[in-house]
T-cell receptor, first 119, second 114 residues
Framework: GAVVSQHPSWVICKSGTSVKIECRSL??????MFWYRQFPKQSLMLMAT?????????EQGVEKDKFLINHASLTLSTLTVTSAHPEDSSFYIC???????????????FGDGTRLSIL | AQSVTQLDSQVPVFEEAPVELRCNYS??????LFWYVQYPNQGLQLLLK??????LVESINGFEAEFNKSQTSFHLRKPSVHISDTAEYFC????????????FGTGTLLAVQP
C-alpha cells in the first residue's frame, strides 16, 4: 500500500513555456503533500508543503508565483512551473503523507520523480 | 538549527561484506527517524523507520538501524550486501513541531563491487 504516482516522468520543453506535474496517491488519502527539488548528486530540497483545501506553504527562497501548487483533492496535487527557463531544469519529486498535525509520525511516500529539461 | 548529517558521501564495499552507513542528527528532543533508498532516476523508497518502542528496527531486505538517543544517531547496517543494494541512501528526521517536515541528510552512495 501507499503508492504515489507522479506524471510525467520526463519532460523536455522550450524556454518560456509552463509545465504541469501531477502527483497522485493511488491507494490512500493524502492530507499533506510535499514537493522537492533535487540537483545532481545532492539531497532533496523541500520547495513547499501543501494541505488539501488550503494554500501551500513555501520554503524560504522559493518563488510562489513561479512554482504554483494546487492540492484540490485528497489524492491529487499539481506543481506548475510557469515560464520555465533553463535554470529550472532539475529533478522534481513529490511525496504524500496520510495525516496532518504537529506530531505526525507517518512516513512520506514518494513518487518516482519528474526530470524536467528546459531548452 | 535542526540538521541531519551523513558524513560519508560514498561507501565502496565488496559484495557479501558488511556495511554501516552513518547518520547523526542535531537535537536530542523526541524525533521520528527514517531511512530512504533511491535508485537511479527514481523517487525515494522507505527502507525503515523508528517512531517509538524498540530502538532496533529492521527492513524486509536485511537492513537494520539502531536509534541511539544519547549519541543522536541512527546508523544503517547490513551484515552482507548484494550488488542490487547499490543505491543512494538518505537519512531523514522529522522533528515535529510547527514545521512538521522531513529534514534530509546529504545522502550516501553505497557502491557494491563484485
Amino acid at each position: 500500500g501507499a503508492v504515489v504516482s507522479q506524471h510525467p516522468s520526463w519532460v523536455i520543453c522550450k524556454s518560456g513555456t509552463s509545465v504541469k506535474i501531477e502527483c497522485r496517491s493511488l491507494d490512500f488519502q493524502a492530507t499533506t503533500m510535499f514537493w522537492y527539488r533535487q540537483f545532481p548528486k545532492q539531497s532533496l530540497m523541500l520547495m513547499a508543503t501543501s494541505n488539501e483545501g488550503s494554500k501551500a506553504t513555501y520554503e524560504q527562497g522559493v518563488e510562489k508565483d513561479k512554482f504554483l501548487i494546487n492540492h484540490a483533492s485528497l489524492t491529487l496535487s499539481t506543481l506548475t512551473v510557469t515560464s520555465a527557463h533553463p535554470e529550472d531544469s532539475s529533478f522534481y519529486i513529490c511525496s504524500a503523507r496520510k495525516d496532518r498535525g504537529p506530531r505526525s509520525n507517518q512516513p512520506q511516500h514518494f513518487g518516482d520523480g519528474t526530470r524536467l529539461s528546459i531548452l | 538549527a535542526q540538521s541531519v548529517t551523513q558524513l560519508d558521501s560514498q561507501v565502496p564495499v565488496f559484495e557479501e561484506a558488511p556495511v554501516e552507513l552513518r547518520c547523526n542528527y542535531s537535537s536530542s528532543v523526541s524525533v521520528y527517524l527514517f531511512w530512504y533508498v533511491q535508485y537511479p532516476n527514481q523517487g525515494l523508497q522507505l527502507l525503515l523507520k523508528y517512531l517509538s518502542g524498540s530502538t532496533l528496527v529492521e527492513s524486509i531486505n536485511g537492513f537494520e538501524a539502531e536509534f541511539n538517543k544519547s549519541q543522536t544517531s541512527f546508523h544503517l547496517r547490513k551484515p552482507s550486501v548484494h550488488i542490487s543494494d547499490t543505491a543512494e541512501y538518505f537519512c531523514a528526521v522529522n522533528y515535529g513541531g510547527a514545521t512538521n517536515k522531513l529534514i534530509f541528510g546529504t545522502g550516501t552512495l553505497l557502491a557494491v563491487q563484485p
